[in-house]
């Protein structure tokens, strides 16, 4: 696996992993005073692509998981839609139902890649150089 695709892979991985924790978990994973969800969608975000670009080039799905990625994807969009940035913003929205059925999808997409539950190492954690040698 090369370094891009390797690299695409781990954030998938890692924005799934924080998706599913515990609100006080997925605090843990970023600097204090850290607008929690947004930080963890826009990891998601860049890991999936644009119309998941980043899904049909580099990370290789079977049909279910592409599904379960589409299932959670189109719920976030439409949560996006409907309730506004507030949802991302306020991390006491961290604690709602949304953010509950959220936690819910991203499971159901860490288990069709066969991925275990882990909590994620912090966000900025150490930095990555994707750039080929």
Not at 73 to 101: A, M, P, R, V
Request: glycine share 4%; proline share 3%.
């Amino acid at each position: 696996m090369n370094k891009l695709v390797q690299y695409y892979t781990d954030k998938l991985k890692w924005s799934l992993m924080a998706l599913s924790q515990d609100p006080e978990t997925q605090k843990s994973l970023l600097p204090v005073n850290s607008a929690v969800g947004e930080e963890i969608i826009l990891e998601y975000e860049a890991a999936v692509g644009v119309d998941f670009e980043k899904i049909n080039t580099l990370i290789i799905c079977t049909k279910e998981q592409l599904y379960c990625l589409q299932k959670l994807d189109h719920y976030l969009l439409n949560l996006c839609e409907q309730k506004g940035e507030d949802l991302w913003l306020n991390n006491s929205e961290l604690y709602g139902q949304e953010w509950q059925d959220i936690r819910r999808l991203a499971r159901g997409v860490l288990e069709a890649f066969g991925w275990s539950l882990e909590i994620p190492k912090p966000l900025y954690d150490r930095v990555v150089d994707i750039n080929e040698d």
